[in-house]
């Protein structure tokens, strides 16, 4: 497969450019090694970067999916497809693209049609309010929002119009749990239908996990999700953080808070939970290259609780928007 093999800390830019002249191959994986990322490409072009054969893994559903609407799209459609769609369980929620509005009943049957496992196809929607949730147009298949899946070993089911979950934070959550230590009291800020919750106590020997939610509906799920997958090690409280966590007269070893943008509003609570080691996971949206900004935030919220940290880490977890990354901010209390 020809490729074009850039270095790490130009691959956004690059990728941008590829997309922008048609010239990434999105029917294949990329590949990756310590210094470069190859991009599959479609054709020989001029650049600055070299060009290299590798051999790439293909993507299934893409490519049935690309394909199987090249006969029902018209070429200068087709360029607007986007074909990566979160699936949660029997559920695919698609990005339709205001270019393809008009087709887009017969891009989510075509969804039902190469992918057998998906029962539902719905319009993804803009997260929205204080629950974070997003409302979904029904497209295609069997009518309802309820979904159950599977990651990191645990069941989940939960109403993806009424609860906030995003199926491409399950590596996150396995980068999480793979950090906790047996016999930790948890705290899971945000707990949502309890994603974070249920992974952390199926997969670790934490001593505790707590979770805090503020939706009834997510807060409903949570407690179906952990009778579901048998944790005896949990507790999971509907309030908000402000008010609940005080009330639990307790220190916390980790504390994870899942709420980029606004987390910062809720530090000052974390903080008064913390003690000498806790490790805190803050998460944040920014820019490449503005992180310092989140890691400012947190020294002077810790500044003014009289604690003082250590930041241990800053990593990449995610895109919000094109140019907007979510970044997790993992840091000790001194
Ligand atoms: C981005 S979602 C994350 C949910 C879950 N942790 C997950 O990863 O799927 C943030 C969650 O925080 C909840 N939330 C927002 N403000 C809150 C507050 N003050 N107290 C408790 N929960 C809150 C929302 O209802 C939403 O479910």
Same mark, same amino acid.
């Given at each position: ?13 690059? +990728?941008? *450019? ?7 191959? @999105?029917?294949?994986?990329?590949? =990756?090694?310590? #210094?470069? $990322? &190859? ?41 607007f497809?986007r ?13 339709i693209p205001k270019e393809l ?24 929607? +803009?997260? *929205? ?7 979904? @147009?029904?497209?295609?298949?069997? =009518?309802?929002? #309820?979904? $159950? &899946? ?185």
């Amino acid at each position: 497969m020809l490729c074009i093999k850039v270095p790490l800390r130009e691959a956004e830019k690059v +990728k941008n *450019e590829l997309i922008k002249k048609d010239l990434l191959d @999105k029917d294949h994986y990329l590949k =990756k090694d310590k #210094e470069f $990322v &190859y991009f599959p490409v479609k054709k020989r072009f001029k650049s600055e970067y070299k060009l290299v054969h590798k051999i790439l893994k293909k993507k299934k559903t893409r490519t049935n999916l690309r394909s199987a609407l090249t006969k029902k799209l018209r070429k200068k459609d087709l360029v607007f497809l986007r074909t990566s769609m979160d699936v949660i369980g029997n559920v695919a929620i698609l990005e339709i693209p205001k270019e393809l509005e008009k087709k887009e009943k017969l891009i989510a049957k075509e969804v039902l049609r190469t992918n057998k496992n998906i029962r539902t196809v719905l319009k993804k929607g +803009k997260h *929205e309010g204080v629950f974070r949730t997003q409302k979904l @147009k029904y497209l295609a298949g069997e =009518k309802t929002t #309820e979904a $159950v &899946y599977k990651e990191n070993n645990v069941i989940l089911r939960l109403d993806v119009e009424k609860v906030y979950f995003s199926p491409r934070l399950s590596n996150e959550r396995k980068r999480v749990y793979k950090q906790v230590r047996k016999g930790e009291d948890v705290l899971v800020m945000f707990s949502g239908c309890a994603p974070y919750v249920c992974v952390i106590a199926k997969n670790t020997e934490a001593k505790h996990v707590t979770g805090v939610e503020i939706n009834p509906e997510a807060h409903n799920y949570a407690l179906q999700n952990v009778l579901l997958n048998k944790l005896n090690n949990t507790s999971v409280f509907l309030g908000d953080v402000r008010s609940i966590i005080p009330k639990l007269n307790k220190k916390f070893d980790r504390i994870i808070m899942p709420l980029p943008r606004s987390a910062i509003h809720y530090l000052d609570v974390a903080l008064k939970v913390s003690r000498k080691g806790t490790v805190i996971h803050f998460y944040d949206f920014q820019k490449e290259g503005e992180t310092n900004k989140s890691v400012e935030k947190i020294k002077k919220a810790c500044r003014d609780a009289k604690k003082k940290c250590r930041v241990l880490r800053v990593v990449k977890c995610g895109q919000a928007a094109p140019r907007e990354f979510r970044f997790c901010i993992e840091f000790m209390i001194l």
